[in-house]
């Protein structure tokens, strides 16, 4: 993951172009992602899709011509979305259209102007605090014009039609929590997905931020709300510090539920936001009228670190640990939701254990707790709770009870309730 | 508010009598109050409008015709509904008849006895433990005899049936927070309400406590329990120590969620008892049956602050800052129910706030929470909340959402629900 | 109850055989306890009726043909269900069928195998360590033959089908605490139901743990399932320690709501466990399918106190006061439960107290409180809720409002809710 990583970084990607197009077609040496072209002018719910920004070179230069902001050296150095411009300019004009963090000297600040049409420069402040008087030549070769917005979706078959949903955003230039370890940790989970055997179907796709989710949304709503049981979205799950958690808007959806319970057993220092916290698509996914059940686990969050959206949220933040870390949380959440079942006991009272080599047969002192787990399993198994519930109840991590189920349904002590759950106020419980 | 008060100061009011009646008369020159006359010997419910308590004069004199104990001097000093007296007697008859606070020496209790025939003198406890051996001469001029229980009534009409009730007490002899404060409070908010356009109608009641209440109940309740979405019982709400909130039974009802919405804003250290410490007439108007939706919002409590229910509860006692601060608190629980709707928010996904001016073009690290508070009321406003529902989630007060609301209304992106509510267990909830 | 449980006490029981059955008919000379005998091989749920052990003799001797350890000394020297033996080996070959305790060098444990055939002899870890090299006989003389289980049923008929259930159980031989205090409790229970009037019918068993329940539920549940609205597990109820609670699998049964507010009122620092700890025979009264609201209400908890489950749970561990504190919070819940009924206040708003002489007539700072409790039973009593939610929301204990609500309802202002109460979760409640 972290090498796939470092091949996307170079890329300059904003919500359209060649460098959305690039790291794209770079995924699909992955997985067999399908690429869209929504052209500009698209009218997306309330918005629509803008034209297309080209970006070829961009600097400042002095008077010796010397290029002192080089958008080659890194391409947060201009405004995304900026309009071209050729001018020499004082320094005191120039300040207008500089952006630079006074707090930290050191970074380069992440900014963009997508509805408005202007242009600019980011920059250190160390940088900027340095410039002398003068004139400087500002220079972008830059271009807005009628295209397309692309994102790419990858549609993996499963058994039944109901669906799991996973969304990562392509639209961030060149920083690596925020946003590369998401279209990452997507890629992979892509193929570990498409290695198994599966109940559920998976709808991964990798889109701009915000109007890249509204024109999804706008184009699947209604197959999307039918179909979708559980969804994550996939952002800043690359560094190695915390795992946070952000609901959806209900915060009681069986994506809630399973991400919960894992975070809650693997990871129980967690960091549980609200939905107040939120920032990204799940500000389109939870909206009102398109409520789909998507939750956020994530490493550091977004907005809560110090290198968010600046240059410093580089290659050192996001470590292979941290990918794998935030890889294998989403993973077990996948895995937990492809093992949730609504279990019921067979047996009227406790089955007798012992004679199905389930149980210690010299009762001592201790031996009644070896078997807490199986006979708390069967004791929970009523044919209301699923898996995620009886987790919860019974106050032990799912990975300790797959083998548990496995062996009391091969002892035909437990099947999977297959009657009408229609009360349960979670719809997809249980499926 | 406090000219009124101490206006009204004076007068000795008691259940039934001509004090009660000056008191609605003096109101009368604020607010077009109805006064209502209700025979002795009415039943009411469980009870009878008892008969007509009028007190000329009352004094305990010396053997030298000296008045130590003088009605004219404080009203409090005569236990209320005495039955009249003229005898000589001796000090250790006369203490059968005394009443006083060992722990407040230089307090006069306030004493009643509506229900049983009898008479007594209140005085501070230290003059009566200055009272030399001796005989006594013993004086009531007062008449218990067949007339009326009097209240006022104010009904101030909107532009629909549903209602919002006020009721507060004038059966309180010279005591100011208790009680003076409620009517005088309850005068203003009458005024407040005539001034301004108003979607509910007002029922507005000045009563003797108990048997005020209960007779008015007894005389309304069908109309009461069909209309009333929310009431307040107002009373000792004019010092400037605490802000208290008594809940109705149920504590869940709209004028609940509306007190505790403001109080938790506006006032977060205010002082929330139970109804459990309930004291007044939210005894009747929450009783199985009646189950009113009404609730206390208070200053100091009565029974909790040590001057209550004695002469040291008087003009000192009562603020026109503490006024002030009561009636403010009860007024914005009124506008906060006049603006509380069920919104719904008219775009599928988040709307384009900056096309309308609503938004900054540079997004940059801070841009995003400056429009925090739109975005989140659009988030929530999903057809079944309201703004009650969306201040607590949000944790916005009220006060900052009202020009939000029309910001965003004027933009056509947030509409009233007007669909059936019918499945929402509060029912008065967005009326 | 102390002279029963020591006169019980020396007995050799298990889960089949004549010292269940010498204990029964000890039982029988207190009250008229029905015996019933089920046959060897009898299918129950799960498991099949084991058969009955005997068990005359048993000892090891040494090399001089003395007892060393000795079966007639204490019954907890062979292991539960022990298979004849008489043979001579090492002490090698010994140790392979010893018992232990390292961290209890004097306790004697307590062991058996029911379910497997095997021999064994339980001893002090002090006396194992001190068996010197050499040859042992060991010597059981005991049989497993086809046979019976037997139980003991008690039916006490009231004046309704409805029925209270108290189970416990007669199968572990010389203990104290766990387990004689439970019969011995349930004895004395049984003679207090007995002696005074009952809206309920009490259904009684005195059981082997585990098979037994097993049993006697393959014979009753549909019967149990129809008519039981609460019951107690009664075990570990004999000690002078703690108060213990462990609730139903739901925990929000009319059983666990009286045994609640009874310890809650009465022995507030009772210890709550989970149903998570449950060890007894609520394993099966509370199996998914099976259902029953039975909780155990106990005093120290077995497997949570240092001598369960060896020789140290013994006549010095339960004493008369231990016994008198168990059986008195069991009798609590019942008179509770005999107690517990949906009241109404018949008055609309408050009744006047005072003219039926309830009620002080003169009113002074301090009689607001003195009646308190009849006009918070009034309050409430709104035809929804039980005496139990009545004395939990009020915050006093039914001992204090068992007279009140006799006042109340002598003078008409209370009656019993007759009305359908079908939309109440808990079935129990109010019967």
Redesign the interface.
């Known amino acids: 993951m972290y090498r796939l990583l470092a091949e996307l970084f170079p890329l300059c990607r904003s919500i359209t172009g060649d460098g959305v197009r690039e790291t794209l077609r770079t995924i699909q040496g992955q997985i067999p992602l399908r690429l869209v072209e929504v052209p500009t002018g698209t009218q997306v ?3 629509t899709v803008p034209r297309e920004w080209a970006i070829r070179d961009a600097h400042i230069s002095d008077s010796n011509g010397k290029r002192i902001v080089d958008f080659r050296s890194n391409n947060l150095h201009v ?1 995304g979305y900026s309009v071209p411009v050729d001018r020499t300019i004082s320094l005191a004009e120039l300040q207008n259209h500089l ?1 630079s ?1 006074e707090t930290m000297p050191d970074a380069i ?1 992440y ?6 049409e ?1 242009w ?1 420069f980011c920059l250190t402040h160390r940088q900027r605090s340095g410039l002398p008087d003068g004139e400087y030549r500002v220079f972008i070769d830059s271009e807005l014009k009628d295209g397309h917005l692309t994102y790419g979706e990858l549609i993996i078959p499963g058994e039944t039609d109901r669906e799991i949903f996973l969304s990562t955003y392509v639209c961030h230039p060149s920083m690596a929590n925020n946003e590369l370890s998401g279209p990452v940790v997507a890629t992979m989970l892509a193929r570990w997905i498409m290695s198994r055997p599966r109940r559920f179907t998976y709808r991964i796709v990798f889109i701009p931020e ?1 109007i890249g ?2 024109t999804y ?2 184009r699947s ?1 209604d197959r999307m709300k039918e179909n979708i049981v559980a969804g994550f979205n996939l952002t800043c799950i690359g560094d190695d510090r915390a795992y946070s958690f952000l609901p959806s ?1 209900s915060g009681s959806t069986l994506a809630d539920r399973a991400a919960l319970n894992i975070l809650g057993h693997k990871h129980p220092d967690f960091i549980r936001y609200s ?2 916290d ?2 990204s698509d799940e ?2 996914y ?6 789909l059940p998507v939750v956020s686990v994530m490493r550091s969050k977004y ?1 809560e670190y110090p290198e ?2 600046t240059s410093l949220d580089n290659l050192d933040l996001v470590t292979p640990a941290g990918l794998q870390g935030g890889f294998s949380a989403v993973r077990d959440c996948l895995e937990l939701l492809e093992n949730n079942r609504v279990y ?2 067979t ?6 254990l ?2 199905r080599g389930l149980f210690p ?5 201790d031996s ?1 707790s070896q078997v ?1 787990d199986m ?2 399993v ?6 209301t709770k699923d898996l995620i519930d009886i987790s919860n109840t ?2 032990a991590p799912v990975d300790r009870l797959y083998p548990i189920i496995d062996k009391l349904a091969a002892a035909g002590l437990l099947v999977e309730q297959t009657a009408d759950l229609s009360s349960r106020d979670v719809v997809g419980a249980g499926v």
Request: proline share 5%.
């Open positions: 719910f309330d918005w405004v952006y963090l600040p900014v963009t102007s997508y509805y408005q202007r600019g915000t989710s509204l949304l706008s709503l808007r939905f107040l939120r920032g500000r389109q939870c909206s009102p009228g398109v409520d907005r968010y959206h019921r006991a047996c009227l009272g406790e089955p007798q012992g004679r047969t010299v009762g001592t002192r009644h807490a006979l708390n069967l004791a929970y198994a009523d044919g019974i106050q």
